[in-house]
């Protein structure tokens, strides 16, 4: 079955810590976007790619990093600079027209 | 202001209830609008999915899209305990990239 496949499920980061999430998608799309989820604020977009091995900034970028050096992967690092990080994190990929498909996302907590 | 605006509830109905979900914008030019259901700790799933305005139905989910006044709507019909969930609202200008509510939490009470 195709679909969009998110990993780890859960993430712990310690202080100062760097962590990358995984974004795998087997859909052929050409668009995939990282979304951040907090209680009351709905989602907010991260970064997006339309094309392979270019991205641009959502509304709130600082503090993360993403690579797309293949159409099906999309890892997003989420660095030290992003002092607030403990979310719900959901990855989607989509083709013109027909909306978005998500992963089931990754809870990530700072310790 | 914020360019979708969904009131996140919570909503609290009977089975068997008629639930109307609501959102309002402020960009003219969105075109197209997705309902998505989310459970808890899950991913969103997309229920319905129009372009302009007008009404689809699919099952027991009627989304109806009034372009006028900025204002779309999900109607769940014989409302089951297991749409208790999130609902977001979503729309696009493009197709691509969209512009999310907040999501209205719904429980349906046995």
């Known amino acids: 079955d195709g679909g969009i496949t998110q990993s780890p499920k859960y993430l712990f980061r310690k202080e100062g810590q760097n962590v990358t999430l995984s974004c795998e998608q087997n859909?052929?799309?050409?668009?995939m976007y990282w979304y951040r989820q907090d209680p009351g604020q709905g989602l907010r977009l991260i970064y997006y790619s339309q094309i392979v091995n270019d991205f641009q900034k959502g509304d709130i970028a600082e503090g993360y990093s993403v690579s797309r050096e293949k159409k099906e992967s999309f890892p997003l690092t989420v660095t030290s600079a992003q002092k607030n990080p403990t979310a719900f994190y959901l990855c989607?990929?989509?083709?013109?027209?027909?909306?978005?498909?998500f992963g089931s996302g990754t809870r990530l907590t700072v310790v | 202001q914020k360019e979708v605006e969904q009131d996140p509830g919570p909503l609290s109905v009977p089975e068997g209830a008629i639930v109307s979900l609501n959102c309002t914008y402020s960009?003219?030019?969105?075109?197209?609008f997705m309902w998505y259901r989310q459970y808890s700790r899950k991913g969103p799933e997309l229920l319905m999915y129009t372009y302009s305005s007008g009404n689809k139905e699919d099952g027991r989910f009627t989304a109806q899209v009034d372009k006028s006044s900025k204002y779309i709507s999900l109607f769940i019909r014989d409302s089951q305990p297991s749409d208790s969930a999130t609902y977001l609202c979503?729309?696009?200008?493009?197709?691509?990239?969209?512009?999310f509510g907040t999501g209205t939490s719904l429980t349906v009470i046995p």
């Open positions: 960009n003219s030019a969105f075109q197209y």
């Open positions: 979503a729309m696009s200008t493009l197709g691509n990239q969209f512009y």
């Open positions: 859909l052929n799309h050409d668009a």
């Open positions: 989607a990929s989509s083709i013109e027209g027909r909306g978005y498909t």
